[in-house]
């Protein structure tokens, strides 16, 4: 786990007794550092395993929403994309979340039995294992109400600017690059117009697991330790996530899987560039 050592914590104890009465108990060190760099270093094979991850999520997004409509509600839309996975040979790289319109928070919630309606925005937080190795990703639809030719214009301004965002912060994912300087890019993008900051980071690592490896592109917030000073390095696997919530409409979330490059973060799978209208 990167989440550890390796050793529980009964283990731990244990090792402290045995050296109890040497020099070498006071000069015991974490190896998280040593860990986390290794997990967040990707070779080419591990790369396409992740590139395919990410390809077959799309691929299942694409299938789903042909099938999606008003009327069903979160549980059936989140059972309709695992479905689509399962059938595809594939499992799911964390449970599936799904927002119908405002009727309930984005975040790592569960799918409820609210209903998708008219004038809803779905938004879908989803991702594929594929030999081990993780995608994550964020697509959305607008379902329009009958008298509606187009979205809304603040639906249409957010997902522009969340877009816009991804296109200018991406081409920022490159080696050596701090990731608490890439993330400030797109706070400030979002506030210069009066968007409201998000509460994560822009993005995370993935591999072996949905939050993967060391560094981190975030601010500097104590929660994140310092995961977002260390330096990106090439092949680091990473997302770029970020939204925007749109009174009485929904959650304008969208996020991708890239890898680090010496040019620039180079995206993993297909991109939503356009938001779908049913």
Same mark, same amino acid.
């Given at each position: ?67 999606? #409509? *008003? @009327?069903?509600?979160?549980? !059936? =839309?989140? /059972? &309709?994309?695992?479905?689509? $996975?399962?059938?595809?040979? %594939? ?82 994912? #490159? *080696? @050596?690059?701090?990731?608490? !300087? =890439?993330? /400030? &890019?797109?706070?400030?993008? $979002?506030?210069?117009?009066? %968007? ?83």
């Amino acid at each position: 786990s990167v989440s550890t050592d390796g050793l529980t914590y009964g283990m731990y104890l244990l090792l402290t007794e045995y050296l109890k009465d040497t020099p070498y108990l006071e000069k015991l060190i974490s190896s998280e550092s040593i860990q986390f760099r290794v997990r967040g270093r990707k070779n080419k094979h591990e790369i396409e395993l992740i590139t395919k991850a990410a390809t077959v999520a799309d691929e299942c997004w694409q299938k789903s929403i042909e099938v999606i #409509k *008003t @009327g069903m509600t979160e549980i !059936e =839309i989140a /059972s &309709i994309i695992e479905n689509n $996975l399962n059938k595809a040979g %594939y499992q799911r790289s964390f449970p599936t979340i799904v927002n119908a319109g405002t009727k309930t928070a984005p975040g790592h919630g569960s799918p409820t039995n609210a209903i998708l309606e008219e004038g809803d925005l779905l938004h879908i937080d989803f991702g594929a294992i594929v030999d081990g190795y993780c995608s994550d990703i964020q697509r959305l639809a607008y379902f329009k109400r009958k008298n509606e030719d187009t979205p809304p214009q603040p639906l249409r301004a957010a997902f522009d600017k969340v877009k816009s965002i991804i296109d200018v912060t991406s081409k920022e994912y #490159k *080696t @050596g690059s701090i990731g608490h !300087e =890439i993330d /400030s &890019i797109a706070r400030q993008m $979002l506030t210069e117009d009066n %968007y409201e900051e998000y509460n994560h980071c822009l993005g995370h690592q993935i591999g072996r697991e949905v939050h993967d490896g060391a560094a981190s592109v975030g601010p500097k917030w104590k929660r994140y330790g310092n995961s977002t000073s260390i330096p990106l390095e090439a092949s680091n696997t990473f997302t770029v996530e970020l939204g925007i919530e749109v009174p009485k409409i929904g959650y304008v979330g969208l996020e991708e899987d890239l890898v680090v490059s010496d040019n620039g973060g180079k995206f993993l799978g297909p991109r939503q560039t356009e938001l779908i209208e049913k």
